[in-house]
């Protein structure tokens, strides 16, 4: 039986290393050293790093000894800003949406984010549409790159090494990518997706981190083809609580490679991930709809897949009394998995003993339902009792969880633009028929009846009219787009 | 402005640009006027004493610059006069998150004997002896059938005049809304600092609100002689809720010293500070709390702290502060 079982798993190897292969490697990921052997792969970027398309809008260039914030600060929307190789020692933040922040590589060298040990983040970012590539990000203290509420964005081709907290950290994005980024070195997660929804983490080598990619409070998640190794715990799917999203849904685990994660966690004291598990390969905490297949799950001391709930993570969270605690409906499809659980701690150890098992693959600790697996004879496992035999084969059909056109911004008409400016800043003093601090609406209307340039001159620049009215504050704040929707909105008002 | 923006899941939590929570709506004019009087008239307390203005005071970001307020005879409250600035927002009050509307919230203060002491009875009494109230609720409330004021109506008001206390227009909002010269470079430093994961401040204190509205534990100190606070383990009875209290916004945060549930800092400074000095280092050892993972040593210098200071004042917009009435319809003395 056991022979028949190295043999099956022999064979599923082969294929499935054929398979994936075609994808990225061609080789042992064993043999891979660094990020160069992708270089030249994906889409977008020749090999020098020139990007390939660039649409319309300003290019900006920044040399070593200038500043990228400098460039961020002069670009709009749709511009790119072209790195070239130097050090440059910043926190580049982007608040504006549509920039291409796009590193150059010129023989093989790329622009270097050098935080000293000193600075926070390398980039943080809340446009959307931001991409970021082609960077070498060492030594800060907080994140590599963090995202906060950017959609459509795309993180590629980077190299973040010892970047503090989080590796590359989107949180509240909508539509993103990451892809072929190398990363390791992290305390927390090296790729940690939080709180978002349709989110590509594809094609990635995260290594020596405590957790290597980690989809907490997230939606619609695809994470594949990634080479997982050396953490202290592999891929993680999980709910945290009391934050203000509340669920992690339809993640699909698709093609990793998953090997030897049994770093040292030397994460800090009282995070969440300071709780896991040396050895861990995939652990689902409390998420829901996590499909696993296709990976190879080989050599983590621990266990190589877990799935549990709140109570029985090991963490000890608060009650968050908005969310589910339990992992509903995982399906664990065909995946070869060798060698894990040789060395196990904590709760794990205690009932693979108890059960009397040396080694252990799959284990289900708690609660949760509706869960199944293929071929569960090929595994060791723990718990699976309540599993039921799948009945889909593959996610094959899901080629990516982005959305086919980019999240677009919210619409809103010109008259609703005009009614919030209305509301929002000039009811503060002025109403229609009283005066507050300002002459009424009903006056302002009879001076500039269809004349709402004469609105968007005068707030631009207000002069003095009335002795008896304070001066009025510039509006200069407001874009023209603005202006002039709520000086047209000014006039129509009736009450 | 901010509902031009998405919110990822509708939360209303994200970054600069994210739409905002859902809001309460639709009062009319005179009920945010008849609700603007009630808030300032003392007749809402058992002795016609203090009003909710007392405790809520517009001068000062709608608290009352004490660590813990005072109610009625100078009794003390238990806790800290939060702000009352967009509540419109907000979806959980008190610092212990025990109630979820404010038509509920009002009832706390007003009939707790420690508070305004009042209870529903003498306050309908009271309201319905008072000719102008009879005058002012018939026109807030032109449907009703009944000539007695009820309790929901006033309930009703109060909350339409808190609805209206609307702060979103401040040098912060305008660089989010895209005007970037509206922060100087020290409080955009100071931004990126509260946005950074090294200081974290933006996990917790969310825009565009700048809370996300939990409960957390953060384990700040009690002043001297204040036993330990439980915070949400009282009313939940969930001990792993111990010393845990809602995630107050920071909007106006600068007008509303003293901080923390008991007051226990009186500057920005000593507050920010506070979270760099380490996770739990001011919860007794005999207290099991179990301390919100945001909680850690960011190793944040003098420097930075400074620049966050910097950057929370720039969370300070009153131009919606209402104006105080000349006098209150019950014709009591307004004492503020």
């Known amino acids: 039986m056991k022979r028949l079982k190295k043999l099956l798993g022999a064979i599923l190897l082969v294929l499935i290393g054929i398979g994936i292969g075609k994808f990225i490697l061609g080789n042992k990921p064993k043999q891979v050293l660094g990020p160069t052997f992708f270089e030249s792969g994906s889409s977008g970027i020749t090999s020098n790093g020139e990007p390939t398309k660039i649409k319309d809008g300003a290019r900006y260039e920044v040399k070593d000894g200038e500043s990228i914030q400098a460039a961020v600060a002069k670009a709009n929307q749709g511009d790119v800003i072209l790195v070239y190789p130097g050090t440059y020692s910043e926190t580049v933040y982007i608040d504006k949406d549509n920039i291409r922040v796009h590193g150059v590589i010129e023989n093989g060298e790329r622009p270097t984010l050098n935080g000293n040990k000193q600075l926070n983040d390398a980039f943080l970012y809340s446009g959307n549409g931001i991409t970021i590539e082609n960077f070498k990000i060492i030594d800060y203290k907080g994140n590599g790159i963090m995202g906060q509420a950017g959609n459509n964005f795309i993180i590629k081709n980077n190299l973040i090494i010892n970047t503090g907290v989080y590796g590359i950290f989107p949180q509240y994005g909508k539509n993103g990518l990451i892809e072929l980024n190398v990363l390791s070195g992290i305390e927390d997660a090296a790729i940690y997706v939080g709180m978002c929804d349709n989110i590509d983490v594809r094609i990635n080598e995260v290594f020596e981190s405590v957790a290597g990619i980690e989809i907490e409070n997230s939606r619609h998640c695809l994470v594949e083809y990634n080479y997982v190794h050396d953490n202290a715990g592999g891929l993680l799917a999980f709910i945290t609580p009391g934050l203000p999203i509340k669920t992690c849904d339809d993640v699909i685990f698709r093609g990793n490679y998953v090997l030897n994660n049994n770093h040292k966690n030397f994460a800090i004291p009282g995070s969440v991930v300071s709780k896991i598990p040396s050895g861990t390969g995939i652990l689902v905490l409390a998420a829901d709809n996590v499909v696993i297949e296709d990976n190879f799950i080989i050599g983590n001391k621990c266990f190589g897949i877990a799935i549990t709930d709140l109570e029985n993570g090991g963490m000890k969270f608060s009650t968050d009394g908005g969310l589910d605690p339990y992992p509903d409906n995982a399906s664990i499809l065909d995946n070869y998995m060798a060698n894990n659980g040789y060395n196990p701690s904590g709760a794990i150890a205690k009932l693979t003993k108890v059960a009397m098992l040396d080694k252990l693959d799959i284990g289900f600790i708690g609660g949760g339902s509706n869960h199944c697996i293929l071929n569960p004879g090929r595994y060791v496992t723990l718990g699976l009792g309540s599993f039921a035999q799948c009945e889909a084969t593959s996610t094959k059909a899901v080629k990516t969880y982005m959305l086919p056109n980019p999240v677009p911004p919210k619409d809103v008409s010109q008259m609703k633009k005009g009614k919030m400016a209305y509301y929002g800043i000039c009811a503060g003093c002025h109403s229609y028929n009283n005066i507050i601090v300002g002459p009424s609406v009903a006056d302002i209307q009879m001076i500039y009846r269809d004349n709402p340039e004469g609105i968007v001159e005068y707030i631009t620049n207000p002069i003095h009219k009335r002795q008896d009215f304070p001066e009025m504050p510039p509006q200069t704040h407001l874009p023209e787009d603005i202006k002039m929707a709520v000086a047209e909105y000014l006039l129509k008002v009736t009450k | ?336």
């Open chain 2, 1 to 336: 402005m901010y509902q031009m923006y998405n919110s990822s899941n509708d939360k209303g939590v994200g970054g600069l640009q994210t739409g905002l929570p859902q809001n309460r709506d639709g009062f009319s004019p005179q009920q945010i006027d008849l609700g603007r009087y009630l808030f300032f008239d003392p007749v809402l307390s058992i002795d016609g004493s203090i009003s909710c203005a007392s405790c809520h005071q517009p001068d000062k970001g709608f608290s009352d610059g004490l660590a813990i307020s005072k109610g009625v005879k100078g009794k003390p409250v238990h806790r800290s006069a939060p702000s009352i600035w967009n509540s419109a927002f907000i979806d959980k009050f008190f610092w212990d998150a025990k109630s979820n509307t404010l038509e509920d919230q009002m009832q706390g203060p007003l009939y707790s004997e420690n508070e305004m002491g009042n209870n529903p009875t003498n306050l309908l009494q009271t309201l319905n002896k008072l000719e102008n109230y009879q005058a002012l609720f018939l026109e807030a409330f032109p449907e009703k059938e009944d000539e007695e004021i009820s309790l929901n109506e006033i309930y009703t008001a109060l909350t339409a005049f808190e609805c209206s206390l609307i702060s979103l227009n401040s040098p912060y909002d305008q660089y989010a809304h895209g005007y970037h010269d509206a922060l100087n470079e020290q409080e955009i430093e100071g931004m990126n600092i509260f946005r950074s994961f090294v200081a974290r401040c933006a996990e917790c204190h969310t825009p565009p609100l700048f809370t996300n509205q939990q409960l957390a534990v953060i384990g700040t100190p009690e002043p001297k002689g204040r036993p330990f606070d439980k915070g949400a383990e009282v009313p939940t009875g969930d001990k792993t809720l111990r010393g845990s209290f809602k995630v107050p916004s920071l909007r106006n945060i600068a007008l509303t010293a003293p901080y923390e549930h008991s007051g226990v800092f009186d500057n920005l400074y000593d507050a920010t500070e506070f979270y760099t000095k380490g996770r739990g280092h001011a919860v007794p050892d005999s207290i099991d709390l179990i301390v919100h993972w945001h909680i850690w040593e960011p190793q944040l210098s003098v420097y930075e702290i400074e620049r966050i200071v910097d950057f929370l004042h720039t969370l300070t917009d009153e131009s919606f502060k209402p104006q105080i009435p000349q006098a209150v319809p019950s014709g009591l003395n307004l004492e503020i």
